[in-house]
């Protein structure tokens, strides 16, 4: 059964001003420290990396029907990858508590970029 869903699209100028890439206090509040790995090996352009784990974890709160509040962090929602590249949601802390009491178990996201934006969508399911 699907328990939620949620969208998300980043402009890519918001992160450029933001420094995303070169700022590390701000990519620690982003990105938790396996994100910041893929980050580091990411071959592409490293905004578009940001702006898309954002919009996914974005997506993800969307699906569990909360927004940024007081004892959330987004390095609770992390956005890890296969070894072809394919994004999976891994949730830590408060997100996982949040899940587990909407009884979510499995999650599926998908990422895409244009030049000056990134796009996530992600589903959330009960699938017991
Ligand atoms: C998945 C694929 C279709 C992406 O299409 P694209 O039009 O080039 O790029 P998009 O902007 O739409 O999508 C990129 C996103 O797709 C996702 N993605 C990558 N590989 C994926 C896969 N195998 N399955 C599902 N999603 C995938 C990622 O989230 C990626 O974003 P990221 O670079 O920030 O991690 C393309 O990369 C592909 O054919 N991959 C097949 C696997 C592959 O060849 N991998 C090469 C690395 S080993």
Known sequence: MIVGIGCDVVDHMSGK???WETDITILKRLLSSTEIKLFNSYKRNKIRFVAGRFAG???VLKCLGTGMQDGISL???KIIQTSNGQPSVKLSGEVQKIA?????NTWHISITHSRSTSIAFAIAENNK
């Open 100 to 104: 587990n009491l909407l009884k979510i």
């Open 57 to 59: 974890k974005e997506a």
């Open 17 to 19: 001003l933001l420094k």
């Open 75 to 77: 390095t609770e929602i």
